[in-house]
């Protein structure tokens, strides 16, 4: 089973590699582009074919490891 964890800054946390973003995007010519966010994905492969326990076990990966989850919040999509 494949997992997508996309882990994204909370709202209202302050983001400059975001702005850095927007700012060199501006600056190559890209026009209209604002309220730049940047984030970090995770493609994690997970052996067995029970998708509560994949995603228990994901949670918890959050939880401990993924995410700082006093800033940022995680997403998981399972396929």
Sequence with gaps: MKARVTVTLKNGVLDPQGKAIEGALGA??????GGVRQGKVFDIE?????KEKARADLEAMCEKLLA??????YAIELS
């Design 28 to 33: 190559l010519g890209f026009g209209g582009v």
């Design 46 to 50: 997970l052996e067995g074919a029970d």
């Design 68 to 73: 700082n989850t006093v800033i940022e919040n």
